[in-house]
């Protein structure tokens, strides 16, 4: 995956976490001193072997410009882009293999097409959430200033919803509330957890999901 416009050469910061609902990690390089520049991987078992590399990049408010996700596995290949300009998304994506049919092997549905069918629909997220990446919770942490609020308000947003490892690309309301104690309540339909982050908004502790290692 290259680079965009050699805006993500150099990244001083690093944090690894390991799954906690199957065989996996993500590591992340990272720079946050002017919003977000990130270079990551992910690697997981389930639902079928395969390995993901994305770049993200947000401005100086930490709304989201670009992400940039590629996924692979043994006999596919799949790509989307989301670039964020004047309120509005772009999205791009292709394809190679036939992850659908090894995801019907493996007894899952079979896997919709990367990219967004209908784009128009994520025009009010201004972040972007990776499934399975904890990394993604810093976005709407850092942006709304939810760590430092005196007071416990919940706030409820639209993301652009990237799933794995399918790339499918769909509007998710999610809400987050600062409940004390370094935690942060989140959730999506009926799922809630409970998070621990640290003070710069990374999550160290994601119920189910994933333990930050270092």
Avoid at 36 to 48: K, N
Wanted: glycine share 8%; hydrophobic share 40%; aromatic share 6%.
């Amino acid at each position: 995956m290259a680079d965009t416009g050699g805006e993500m050469a150099t990244l001083g910061r690093s944090a690894l976490w390991r799954r906690l609902d199957t065989t996996g990690t993500e590591h992340v390089l990272y720079d946050d001193s002017q919003g977000l520049r990130a270079r990551g991987t992910i690697i997981s078992a389930d639902p079928v072997p395969y390995v993901c590399q994305f770049q993200l990049l947000t401005d100086e408010t930490w709304a989201t410009r670009m992400l940039e996700v590629e996924a692979e596995g043994a006999g596919w290949r799949r790509r989307v882009r989301l670039e964020r300009a004047a309120g509005r998304w772009r999205v791009t994506a292709n394809e190679s293999g036939r992850l659908d049919q090894l995801l019907a092997r493996a007894g899952r549905p079979g896997a919709a097409l990367p990219g967004a069918e209908l784009p128009e629909e994520l025009s009010p997220a201004t972040d972007v959430d990776l499934q399975f990446s904890p990394l993604s919770t810093m976005l709407p942490l850092r942006r709304l200033g939810l760590l430092h609020e005196p007071d416990t308000v919940p706030h409820t947003i639209t993301a652009a919803w990237v799933l794995l490892p399918e790339l499918t690309v769909l509007p998710s309301e999610q809400t987050y509330r600062a409940i004390g104690d370094d935690k942060v309540r989140y959730q999506s339909g009926s799922f809630a957890a409970e998070l621990t982050v640290d003070p710069d908004g990374l999550v160290r502790h994601y119920p189910g999901l994933a333990d930050r290692v270092v």
